[in-house]
T-cell receptor, first 112, second 113 residues
C-alpha cells in the first residue's frame, strides 16, 4: 500500500512568487490534514479536509494560503504571494478515522 | 485547550542505555496521545498511541509509553538504545472533537557509540 506522497520535496522561490504544494493521501482515506513546521518551532496544524470539505481551517495563517481538495482525492496548498516567513516544512497527513494519522515526507519550502 | 510540552530539545544517551523522552500534556477532556518519530529526510512515523484502556502502551522498535493521568504525562522509554534510534521524536495530543494534532516542540535523540 502506497503511503502519503508529497510533491515537490523541495521548493525554492523568491518573495512574491506563487508556489503550489501537492499531497496525495493513502487511497481510501477521507481525512486529509496539512501541517507546517517553521524552523525551530513546533509542528502546527493548518487545516483538515473530510473528503472535499474543509472541516477545520483554523490554523491557516492568512488569506495568502489556499487549500483545495477537488473530488476528495489529492489536495493542493497554494501560497500566493509567498513571504519570507512562509519558509518551512509543510507536512500532509491522512487517516481513515480520527486516530493514527499517516504523514508524508513533507515539502521543504524556502522563500528568498 | 490542549497543549504539549516536551522537556529537553536534545537528549544524548550511550548505545545500550535507557532512553527516556519526557512529555507532559494539558487537556480539558480525556486525551488521545501519540508519539511520532522523524528519521533524517523522512516523514513522521507513528511510534505508538494511547486512546483508552491499558495505560502502558507498546509501540514499534521496542518503544513504550505510560499514560499517567495524575501527572499529566506520557513519557516515552526504551530499555536499550540503538544507534538507529537517533532521530527527532514528537509527542502529540489530539484536539478534542476534531482530528487535528497538537505537537510538542520535538526532542532530538543522539545515540553515542
Amino acid at each position: 500500500e502506497a503511503g502519503v506522497t508529497q510533491f515537490p520535496s523541495h521548493s525554492v522561490i523568491e518573495k512574491g512568487q506563487t508556489v503550489t504544494l501537492r499531497c496525495d493521501p493513502i487511497s481510501g482515506h477521507d481525512n486529509l490534514y496539512w501541517y507546517r513546521r517553521v524552523m525551530g518551532k513546533e509542528i502546527k496544524f493548518l487545516l483538515h479536509f473530510v473528503k472535499e470539505s474543509k472541516q477545520d481551517e483554523s490554523g491557516m495563517p492568512n488569506n495568502r494560503f489556499l487549500a483545495e481538495r477537488t473530488g476528495g482525492t489529492y489536495s493542493t496548498l497554494k501560497v500566493q504571494p509567498a513571504e519570507l516567513e512562509d519558509s518551512g516544512v509543510y507536512f500532509c497527513a491522512s487517516s481513515s478515522g480520527p486516530l493514527g494519522q499517516f504523514f508524508g515526507p513533507g515539502t521543504r519550502l524556502t522563500v528568498l | 485547550a490542549q497543549s504539549v510540552t516536551q522537556l529537553g530539545s536534545h537528549v544524548s544517551v550511550s548505545e545500550g542505555a535507557l532512553v527516556l523522552l519526557r512529555c507532559n500534556y494539558s487537556s480539558s477532556v480525556p486525551p488521545y496521545l501519540f508519539w511520532y518519530v522523524q528519521y533524517p529526510n523522512q516523514g513522521l512515523q507513528l511510534l505508538l498511541k494511547y486512546t483508552t484502556g491499558a495505560t502502558l502502551v507498546k509501540g514499534i522498535n521496542g518503544f513504550e509509553a505510560e499514560f499517567k493521568k495524575s501527572e499529566t504525562s506520557f513519557h516515552l522509554t526504551k530499555p536499550s538504545a540503538h544507534m538507529s534510534d537517533a532521530a527527532e521524536y514528537f509527542c502529540a495530543v489530539r484536539a478534542s472533537n476534531t482530528g487535528k494534532l497538537i505537537f510538542g516542540q520535538g526532542t532530538t535523540l543522539q545515540v553515542k557509540p
